[in-house]
Each structure stands twice: as structure tokens, then as C-alpha cells.
């Protein structure tokens, strides 16, 4: 089963303004990551929060965790058409390794 | 760097062939993903290496598949037979350290038509 799933599935904003995604999980984490998808290629990675951060920012992106909720979000601020693109949030349950990544947010930016 | 490279880009091939997917990873990066990306199924880790050696391959979803990592450099992902459910994007990822713990970059992926 996806450890991760993002809420919600589809969001459409004009330029200018803020998006927020939201990625909930299962059990218990090291780290969460973010990665972005644009159409038609690979993923390319954001930013990694370890589960003893609360927030961490990244030029116009803001992430926060909350372990107690089991739950990450991701705030695009001043979005630009750009930014257009599917958002995945992926965890690394217990040192396995590996990443398990959630459905994704799919991000429309209108100019 | 040039990045992760994968080939072909495209493949288009017909139920029952044999098809081989290769991967070139980041030079210094000792792990390796094989991913698989559908519609229905989202992002589905297949396998992973480090150091050249599978640690997991409960994502391969049955015997046809099978993925083989000769040398730091190069990785195979070889589905025989292929049937049209294989249809997918096929992405290979490599990072430094775990890749739990570290950036995975990924490759621009393998787009697989089985008719």
C-alpha cells in the first residue's frame, strides 16, 4: 500500500498565488522528501526534512512536518506558470533504504 | 555531469518479446532504483542496488522481470516475456548514501508500449 498520499489529487491557481499540498503517511519516518515531475519526464528532487525538523524552506517552497499528525506539507509561494507540474511527497519508513512515494498532486499554474 | 541516462526513450514492441531496459547511473552514486510509473499504480519501486548487489526486489511483480547490475555503471531491467499490462514508464534513479536518507536523481525514464 502507498505510504504516502497527497491531498488533494488536482489543484488549479492562478499565477501569483500561493499553493499548498499536504502528504499524509502510514508509520513512523527518518525523512520525507518532495519531488517535482514535470509532463513527460523524471522526478527531480526539492527538499528532504528529517523527522526531527518542523519546517524547512527552499527559495519559494515551504515544508513543514508534523510527526504526531503523520503528515508533511508543501507551500509554493508567488507560483508562476512554471511551477506547473505533478508533486510527490515520498518517506523512507524504517532504514530500508528506499522511498516510498505517494499518488501526487497534480499543479496547474494559469498566467 | 550528464545525469542519470537511460535508453532507449521509447520502446515499442509486441506481446511475448523480450525487452531490456538500460541505465547508466550518476558515476560515484553507489545505489541504484528501478522504478515503474502507471496511471493506476502511481510510482512503483521495482528494485534497488547498492554496490552493485539487489537488496530488494519484492516490487519486481513476477519472475518475467529481471534486472541485473554488472558494474558501478551500468544496470539492466529485462522483462521476457512482455505483455501489454508492462505498458509504463520505467524510471532508474541513483544517490549518494541511502536513498532513504539522500536526493535520488532520477533518469528521464523508458516510455514502454506492449501492443
Known amino acids: 500500500s502507498q505510504q504516502g498520499e497527497e491531498d488533494p489529487q488536482a489543484l488549479s491557481i492562478q499565477e501569483g498565488e500561493n499553493a499548498t499540498m499536504n502528504c499524509s503517511y502510514k508509520?513512523?519516518?527518518?525523512?520525507l522528501q518532495w519531488y517535482r515531475q514535470n509532463s513527460g519526464r523524471g522526478l527531480v528532487h526539492l527538499i528532504l526534512?528529517?523527522?526531527?525538523?518542523r519546517e524547512k524552506h527552499s527559495g519559494r517552497l515551504r515544508v513543514t512536518l508534523d510527526t504526531s499528525k503523520k503528515s508533511s506539507s508543501l507551500l509554493i509561494t508567488a507560483s508562476r506558470a512554471a511551477d506547473t507540474a505533478s508533486y510527490f511527497c515520498?518517506?523512507?519508513?524504517?532504514?530500508?533504504?528506499?522511498?516510498?512515494f505517494g499518488q501526487g498532486t497534480t499543479l496547474q499554474v494559469k498566467p | 555531469d550528464a545525469g542519470v541516462i537511460q535508453s532507449p526513450r521509447h520502446e515499442v514492441t509486441e506481446m511475448g518479446q523480450e525487452v531490456t531496459l538500460r541505465c547508466k547511473p550518476i558515476?560515484?552514486?553507489?545505489?541504484l532504483f528501478w522504478y515503474r510509473q502507471t496511471m493506476m499504480r502511481g510510482l512503483e519501486l521495482l528494485i534497488y542496488?547498492?554496490?552493485?548487489?539487489?537488496?530488494?526486489d519484492s516490487g519486481m511483480p513476477e519472475d518475467r522481470f529481471s534486472a541485473k547490475m554488472p558494474n558501478a555503471s551500468f544496470s539492466t531491467l529485462k522483462i521476457q516475456p512482455s505483455e501489454p499490462r508492462d505498458s509504463a514508464v520505467y524510471f532508474c534513479?541513483?544517490?549518494f548514501g541511502s536513498g532513504g536518507a539522500n536526493e535520488q536523481f532520477f533518469g528521464p525514464g523508458t516510455r514502454l508500449t506492449v501492443l
Open positions: 534513479a541513483s544517490s
Open positions: 558515476s560515484g552514486h553507489d545505489y
Open positions: 508509520t513512523s519516518i527518518n525523512n
Open positions: 515520498a518517506t523512507d519508513g524504517s532504514n530500508t533504504g528506499k522511498l516510498i
Open positions: 526534512i528529517r523527522s526531527n525538523e
Open positions: 542496488f547498492n554496490n552493485n548487489v539487489p537488496i530488494d
